[in-house]
């Protein structure tokens, strides 16, 4: 039995040692197009910031410990040409030479590559991505040389965690991105607390410009926008997307699918039975749409290699698909993700609702507590939990590692009320912000009450001639309030909620949607319709 | 409509504002036997140890906060002396006088009481619990009157909290505690490290003594315990337990149950339809074993409350039983736990297998990470997930969240190893501990490994005269290892497995557990009897 791999660092890594531990007398070898195997790419923003200080510190495992420990024959610089399925063998390049390789199981690991838009300027020196160990080895020598100046173009993950450490550096960094937010894997909202947060920091951010040209003689000097904005840059990082590395899958006739990835089974097997794939290059699909999608994140790539390993030696294990959760740190600031956006349920055509939580992250008469946003979304009719995205200083990676652990068991709104979890007052609330998005979900779920997120506020005016009731404090509602919104404090208005008007739609308006419950349950009851402005003038500003 | 609520602090409150929100008309009244309502009893001990530094930040509610917002009557320093079910009416007791109130529905939320051990001088001056806000006033008068040295009665969550607010303060203080280790909620082993790190700080900790008398005049000067060591003592804090407070419903002939807390089914409603209980007196489920138990946790009494309220007002929401976690700081430390203990799942029969994990926080390369040890418990047969503990610096509250959904939903550890949690290098591992314990508890669910844990290793070791394989480095072996063992390099058996005798048993250690994994592995499919010491050197010292 001979296993072949082809790419050695998330995925292939993982699926040759767990290929090993199957199965001990098969041959297992790694081809590897680079000259590292499994190293630390998720460290690479961070090193090139400065906080991981060591260029060895991302070059944790060497061929000599693969040999070593697992007998698995790791070759770098050797890049796999073709696969030749009748045969079952591969054509391998390495050190100008060709030669064939026969397999009885293969594993294509081949990752993906950075997009280099076709911008004029892309190829000038100190223009570069952050892919590779030659990336910021490059990176690292321009810094050297002194780098007043950064253009990140692309403002998703590695293109921020960059623009962070440049920053730190203190490089003055722009962060040029084509859409309209940053992170697009999240909804537009919260695309506002991390510019204001990255804007503190001394980062500049361009939303929905287009690159025109990267100005410079054989190293850059500028960037020049659509808006004829010339930014100043000594250094472009260009983090504008990937994609996968399917060329060599694709010559051999494997399936493709929709999304441009690999096409793979439960098993991580090809339209080849004897072939297997793992990682970026794959298409997998979505727990919760059922959708295919093809994801980039380094915890999918790991777990799927193992499943390819597996099955390649002979295993059953079984890839459970994804809920694509992702965190980012965002200077003092951390954002998270799991299952699906707003938008991307209702792009699936799924009847969704959600509410908004600004709530602590641990008890707030202990000192250091810090307000997180959080959003749940769930499906209208079952209640089932879709999605959840947070973004706070604090506690929010764990809020959304509980929502993903949710939504991979497929729980409902009405079991986030229920959950039991950790509490003394340094780590959450009696009720912390899980539970409180359960609760109030619940709410909405069990018709309580009915909501108007912040963002659909100004349409839900406008089509229904309705009023914004703010029953914050006189203090609160001086310090700022919604154009246009009534004041009438929460316990006036329960003395007398002749106030209102029962022929009139309202919305009622708190800090963070709390005291609005409370008031639209009385109002409700005393005849009147009402709807709380959910996550309230908090979420209305989406202020963390 | 007319809804009394005896007790006005987390379940009683929770309680009254739900029925409120439900009932609009109805009259609700609180109740409450002290001083004050809805106080933050969880944060006393960090009040006592000067984290919280003002005393109105536990008194965060009011009468007048109830009554403007919610239109809920709270009579503070009433006691309900008695309840006429008949007449459906209560008998209180306020100022001196006694006068009875009727009622619709009834809703019990007491609470407990500290247990005071019938020791001689337990009622002398500056010996006190931490129950309170009186009680906090008196000890505050004590540290403001000079205290030296103090002497915490019980190492449970309460005493370990105080002790280290004293130690905080300078205060030499030294915890006695009857049982032989600390928090006997957790599994035994994970009172090591919470020893090591208590005594590290400098707080002084005697296991598996009683307290022989509370020694003083007018004031404790020292105590005595039974070894015969007289410890000095300006300070004496008694948390040795505590008893539900069910007199007022015994004497109603409401049912106890065997656990002495008041029966409910899942709407919290007693054997009276017109009485419901919440809260810490009440007797309610383990989600788990389905065995009853009786917790005293804010987070249950909260959800309790809700549910008590809701129906107690027309509603229908259930109970859905407790996983009992918990979490508490220790110094540097933190120690969380969910679901039964390995100790609880043997004692109710359960046939369970565990691994230890001991795993960093967060991507080792990058700077910061420290390691934790997660425990995972699961039933041998099905998989399912019974409970899992953890110990460590950061990120141990997390994982237990996470832990605590998965048991929450039924997962088995196959789902444990497939969740898609949130990676990114500040925050945790590509396969988090989490993953990692999912990973390494399948594989023995499967039947890939056998592994003998380091606190049942002695016992294996003599039954099976079997021998410990050391396969780390040089280094790490001459750093410290397990007497006895015998030390072959990982690399150097994987060459010549003929070192190992076919006919004999052994336990292979490494650091953590995972070299020994991918050794086991080898060993196996080379027809050698061994087993993986899980959690290897590190879980073996429980050396966090």
Redesign the interface.
């Known amino acids: 039995m001979k296993i072949i791999v082809v790419g050695g660092v998330?995925a292939g890594a993982s699926a040759a040692?767990r290929a090993?531990?199957?199965?001990?007398?098969a041959e297992i070898k790694i081809f590897e197009a680079g000259p590292y195997v499994s190293f630390?790419n998720?460290?690479l923003p961070?090193y090139v910031g400065g906080?991981?200080?060591k260029r060895e510190?991302?070059l944790?495992v060497s061929p000599e410990l693969f040999r070593?420990?697992?007998?698995i024959d790791v070759k770098l610089n050797h890049r796999v040409a073709a696969i030749d399925r009748k045969r079952k063998a591969i054509t391998v390049e390495a050190g100008g030479e060709r030669f064939e390789e026969n397999y009885d199981k293969l594993i294509l690991a081949p990752g993906c590559e950075p997009l280099i838009p076709p911008i004029k300027g892309a190829r000038l020196g100190n223009v570069s991505t952050v892919f590779t160990i030659d990336d910021v080895d490059r990176i690292m020598e321009a810094l050297d040389e002194g780098v007043k100046s950064a253009v990140v173009i692309g403002g998703g993950?590695i293109g921020l965690?960059t623009a962070e450490g440049l920053n730190k550096r203190g490089i003055s960094t722009v962060v040029a991105e084509m859409q309209n937010q940053l992170m697009t894997i999240f909804d537009p909202e919260f695309s506002i607390p991390m510019e204001k947060h990255l804007n503190a920091a001394g980062i500049g951010i361009r939303l929905g410009v287009k690159i025109r040209e990267i100005c410079g003689e054989e190293k850059v000097r500028s960037v020049e926008l659509d808006s004829g904005e010339v930014l100043p840059a000594d250094l472009v990082i260009v983090s504008a997307g990937i994609r996968p590395r399917t060329e060599l899958a694709e010559n051999a006739g494997l399936r493709i699918g929709i999304t441009g990835g690999i096409v793979v089974d439960e098993r991580m097997q090809t339209s080849d039975p004897d072939i297997f794939a793992a990682g970026d290059a794959t298409e997998s699909w979505h727990?919760v749409s059922g959708a295919k999608v093809r994801l980039a994140?380094?915890?999918?790539?790991?777990?799927q290699g193992?499943v390819a390993g597996d099955n390649a030696a002979g295993g059953s294990l079984r890839?459970?698909g994804?809920?694509?959760?992702?965190?980012?740190?965002l200077h003092d600031l951390?954002a998270?993700r799991?299952g699906l956006s707003e938008s991307e349920a209702k792009a699936a055509g799924i009847d969704c609702c959600r509410v908004y939580i600004p709530e602590a992250d641990h008890?707030s008469?202990?000192?250091g507590s810090s307000i997180m946003i959080l959003k749940v979304i769930w499906e209208k009719k079952s209640g089932k939990i879709l999605g959840a995205q947070a973004v706070g200083k604090q506690g929010v990676?764990?809020r959304?590692?509980?929502l993903?652990?949710?939504i991979?068991?497929?729980?409902k709104v009405t079991?986030l009320?229920?959950?039991?979890?950790?509490?003394?007052?340094?780590?959450?609330s009696?009720?912390g912000p899980e539970?409180m998005a359960g609760?109030a979900a619940s709410n909405v779920f069990r018709g309580?009450e009915r909501v108007v997120t912040p963002f659909e506020l100004e349409s839900f005016l406008k089509e229904n001639d309705a009023e914004v009731i703010d029953i914050r404090t006189r203090g609160e509602w001086d310090a700022g309030h919604i154009p246009g919104a009534r004041h009438i404090v929460?316990?006036e208005l329960?003395k007398n909620p002749g106030l209102l008007d029962p022929g009139k739609k309202y919305v009622v308006c708190c800090g963070v949607g709390k005291?609005a419950?409370?008031t639209c349950?009385?109002l409700l009851?005393?005849g009147l319709d009402v709807r709380n402005l959910t996550g309230g003038w908090k979420a209305f500003n989406m202020d963390v």
Chains 1, 2 share one sequence.
């Open positions: 998330a040692v090993r531990r199957m199965n001990d007398s630390a998720c460290g961070y906080e991981i200080k510190n991302l944790l070593g420990r697992f007998h993950f965690e727990r994140l380094a915890s999918n790539a790991n777990r193992r890839y459970q994804s809920v694509a959760t992702s965190v980012i740190r951390t998270a799991t008890a008469y202990y000192p990676d764990k959304i590692d509980v993903a652990t949710a991979y068991a497929g729980l079991d009320e229920n959950l039991d979890l950790a509490y003394s007052p340094p780590y959450s009696a009720k539970i609760m309580e929460m316990e329960r005291r419950h409370t349950r009385f009851q005393n």
